[in-house]
T-cell receptor, first 113, second 112 residues
């Protein structure tokens, strides 16, 4: 069966510091991968998605970036965090694109102080 | 453009009562619709998915949802609420694209 991991589970970072969140998927190959951010009272916002190694699409312009160095690894990064980057970050995968079901990881709670 | 509206950011029911969480969508073509549940500080878990095979979709934990094209609705129901159903519920739409468009969520509280 497929599993998706995210780490760290929680993170407290000062404004201006860098960020690296990691997501890995097991039990499947060539998945579509997604990063979402969930802010209080605002639902889920798609940040990035990837259909293959090195292929990243950005949905929202901001100071975050994503990379996919390996087939089942997806990384969310920032060079300098802002207060507004605080939130719950969720990684998800699907076997195909389009209407395929997306399955979510456990999430990372990021607090920027 | 697709969109999802969840009516009621907070719903409170008594244990054993009917659960009804409302979702309306906007889509120019037949959509794929989803309900997810999120427990505190956890990821989202798929409850059920509508793919046009049947208008009444049964999901996990006794939940079901009915697709009504004329009303552009996909409301989630459960006949009898349990304390363990307390969570946040998200409706989402996907129209042969890549992203899921989520509603803002409805928090369900269950009292004894």
């Amino acid at each position: 069966s497929q599993t998706i991991h995210q780490w760290p589970a929680t993170l407290v970072q000062p404004v201006g510091s860098p960020l690296s969140l990691e997501c890995t998927v097991e039990g499947t190959s060539n998945p579509n991968l997604y990063w979402y951010r969930q802010a209080a009272g605002r639902g889920l916002q798609l940040l990035f998605y990837s259909v293959g190694i090195g292929q990243i699409s950005s949905e929202v312009p901001q100071n975050l970036s994503a990379s996919r160095p390996q087939d089942r690894q997806f990384i969310l990064s920032s060079k300098k965090l802002l207060l507004s980057d605080s939130g719950f970050y969720l990684c998800a995968w699907s076997q195909g694109g389009g209407t395929d079901t997306q399955y979510f990881g456990p999430g990372t709670r990021l607090t920027v102080l | 453009a697709q969109s999802v509206t969840q009516l009621g950011s907070h719903v409170s029911v008594s244990e054993g009562a009917l659960v009804l969480l409302r979702c309306n969508y906007s889509s120019s073509v037949p959509p794929y619709l989803f309900w997810y549940v999120q427990y505190p500080n956890q990821g989202l878990q798929l409850l059920l998915k509508y793919t046009s095979a049947a208008t009444l979709v049964k999901g996990i934990n006794g939940f079901e949802a009915e697709f009504k094209k004329s009303e552009t609705s996909f409301h989630l129901t459960k006949p009898s609420a349990h304390m363990s159903d307390a969570a946040e519920y998200f409706c989402a739409v996907n129209q042969a694209g890549t992203a899921l468009i989520f509603g803002k969520g409805t928090t369900l509280s269950v009292s004894s």
